[in-house]
């Protein structure tokens, strides 16, 4: 996740460039009057191997003070260059943000102008080192500017807050999604100044993946960590061939309490959230990874929530599209156990108008506007959204809006202490409905989940971070 706005980096760099083989030359070539010195400098060499070193101090700001952490001479890197530019040397020194005072000649330096480019790491230096309950030097880089920590035992990293908090942790899998669309059809990704950018297939968060057991009876979701049934329940063998045998919600509570199966018994019927993570919303009939879960039909499957309005019925979720409806318990459905620990529902109220889920690390908005959007205004809204020092808010996509939903209530379905003002009504995703180009939509009335058409649909928003 982001770096602290207020950890900073300051350095001050001059940049000494000599050859290691004989004859190799270096040449500065500095930029006529009048140029735009904003840009790097162009440089141009010999080819040959260069070592590249710099004189530096770097101060931390940790919210107590600056603290010197590194000051003299260093090398960056020994790079083999060819006869290029200054620009290539940026790309290919890693792990480095600096200011560059510049040299002009082998073995001897002078500063010649003031030009910045950034190359730098978000776990150099190692944040970690600093997070209470966070492993030092355990930071792994997510891109230039996200970092993830490993936490203590007993703690789990938060995302949102760049924190180790007690507990456990439930990521969200993606959606599948991976292409973009207007209200109508498929198009071309959006840039961030086009309409219709914000949407699922821009923000990949927990790539779906799993593994399928080397008995191949059973496959474990490497995201959440939950092992699941690999055949619907009345299938068996690698292909999951048969008849599936459908049953009703108490006689599928028991079929998942009393299976024994790959050496475990400890199976139970999924909740509705836990069904909804291997949906795969990319696909159609079925919505789901087919290889890795091969005889799904395009069926409803249950799930051990109860419906909240109606306790006479519970929800299921239907594989020919991903809907998340209820019905009654007595009603036949098709059932796949799975084993794992249940994430307890937890929220914490920042007391800055946005609230952190701690289950899965996002952050909320925690009001919404109660304003009526289209879907595409719906997009451009959280991508202009600054609430709280952020920035980068974004519409949430099915999964992450479904999972705020508290089935044990409704009228609205969600904790309205932790998020009050709540509208009992249609709140948008960022999910396409990839074969009518509608979009996924909740209600809050009680978490139903269905699609709607983007331009005549109006929908409340609330915005979401992190992942």
């Known amino acids: 996740m982001k770096k602290p706005k207020e950890r900073l980096l300051l350095c001050t760099l001059a940049l000494l460039l000599y050859p290691a083989l004989a004859g190799a030359q270096f040449e500065l070539l500095l930029p006529p009057s009048g140029a735009d010195v904003t840009s790097p400098p162009t440089f141009e060499w010999a080819a040959g191997e260069y070592d590249v070193f710099s004189l530096y101090s770097v101060f931390y700001y940790e919210g107590f003070g600056y603290y010197p952490l590194l000051i003299g001479w260093y090398p960056i890197a020994s790079l083999p260059l060819t ?67 490993h936490c203590d035992a007993e703690y789990t990293w938060q995302g949102a807050t760049n924190a180790c908090i007690p507990g456990s942790s439930s990521a969200l899998p993606d959606t599948g999604i991976d292409e973009c669309y207007d209200d109508t059809q498929p198009i071309q990704c959006p840039a961030s100044d086009q309409p219709f950018f914000g949407q699922d297939a821009q923000y990949v968060i927990n790539p779906m993946s799993y593994t399928v057991g080397l008995d191949e009876l059973t496959v474990t979701d490497n995201v959440t960590g939950l092992m699941w049934q690999k055949c619907t329940a009345g299938l068996s063998g690698p292909d999951c061939s048969g008849w599936i045998a459908t049953r009703t919600w108490t006689d599928a509570i028991t079929y998942c309490k009393g299976l024994d199966l790959a ?92 609230v952190t889920d701690n289950a899965t690390g996002l952050m909320w908005q925690q009001e919404d506007d109660s304003q009526f959007r289209s879907w595409e205004s719906a997009l451009a809204y959280c991508e202009d959204l600054d ?81």
């Open 387 to 467: 609430l709280d020092g952020h920035s980068d808010w974004r519409l949430p996509n099915v999964k992450e809006l479904r999972s705020i939903v508290d089935n044990s209530r409704y009228n609205p379905a969600i904790d309205t202490v932790v998020f009050p003002g709540t509208n009992a009504g249609w709140y948008w995703s960022s999910s396409t409905y990839v074969t009518r180009f509608d979009a996924w939509l909740v209600n809050f009335y009680d978490g139903y989940t269905l699609f709607g058409t983007k331009s005549s649909i109006q929908g409340y928003v609330r915005c979401v971070r992190g992942g």
């Open 83 to 149: 006869q290029g530019w200054w620009d290539a040397i940026a790309v290919d020194v890693p792990n480095y943000w600096a200011v560059i005072g510049l040299s002009v000649y082998p073995l001897a330096f002078e500063i010649a102008g003031a030009w910045s480019f950034y190359k730098w790491s978000p776990c150099d230096p190692d944040p970690c080192e600093y997070i209470l309950n966070a492993v030092p030097d355990s930071c792994e880089a997510d891109g230039a500017d996200d970092f993830t920590c």
């Open 263 to 354: 050496g475990h018994t400890d199976w139970r019927l999924p909740n509705v959230k836990e069904v909804q993570s291997i949906v795969n919303y990319g696909r159609y009939n079925p919505v789901i990874d087919t290889v890795v879960f091969p005889g799904t039909n395009a069926g409803w499957y249950w799930s051990s929530s109860t419906y909240a309005s109606d306790t006479s019925n519970a929800w299921h979720v239907t594989c020919d599209n991903g809907r998340v409806n209820h019905c009654d318990k007595a009603e036949t459905r098709s059932v796949r156990c799975v084993r794992g620990d249940s994430v307890a529902r937890s929220f914490t109220d920042n007391l800055d108008l946005t």
